[in-house]
């Protein structure tokens, strides 16, 4: 069998609720995998692309977050509605959706998102809609 194009790892990781680093997967149910392995079935790279359910990736205050090699693009804030703009911009058409990558300053660091999560520690001050769509992607 030949070697994966890309191989997509989402954080599979399940927290309680309330927790202060998050959850990417508060269900436990593995949507965001179970759609992209859908999307990438009905575009036909089934056996050419793998998405893996994985557990934490370490970057909770980013998530739902994933990783796709062999590029290593980090996103985060990840939500189904993003599956299929991921698929066909990143996968198929090479592009990474830059809207949702995780900055590479804020990878396995100390970034002012995690530095915002700890107890005690105040957030960046904005609305909160906007504050939480921010630190979902890293910005």
């Known amino acids: 069998m030949p070697k994966f194009e890309h191989h997509i790892?989402?954080?599979?990781?399940?927290?309680?609720a309330g927790h202060p680093r998050g959850c990417c997967d508060p269900s436990g149910?593995?949507?965001?995998?179970?759609?992209?392995k859908q999307k990438l079935a009905e575009r036909g790279l089934k056996g050419r692309v793998r998405a893996n359910q994985a557990g934490?990736?370490?970057q909770c205050e980013h998530g739902p977050n994933l990783v796709?090699?062999?590029e290593a693009v980090w996103?985060?804030?990840?939500?189904?509605?993003?599956v299929d703009e991921i698929v066909e911009s990143h996968i198929l058409g090479g592009r990474p959706v830059q809207r949702l990558i995780i900055r590479d300053e804020c990878l396995n660091t100390a970034c002012e998102h995690k530095r915002a999560s700890v107890p005690d520690k105040p957030a960046v001050s904005?609305?909160?809609?906007?504050q939480l769509k921010?630190?979902?992607r890293g910005l």
């Open 126 to 130: 904005k609305e909160p809609e906007e």
């Open 29 to 36: 149910r593995a949507e965001l995998q179970k759609a992209f």
């Open 56 to 58: 934490c990736l370490d």
């Open 68 to 70: 796709i090699y062999p």
């Open 75 to 82: 996103y985060g804030g990840v939500t189904l509605a993003d």
């Open 9 to 16: 790892f989402i954080c599979g990781n399940v927290r309680p």
């Open 134 to 136: 921010t630190e979902a």
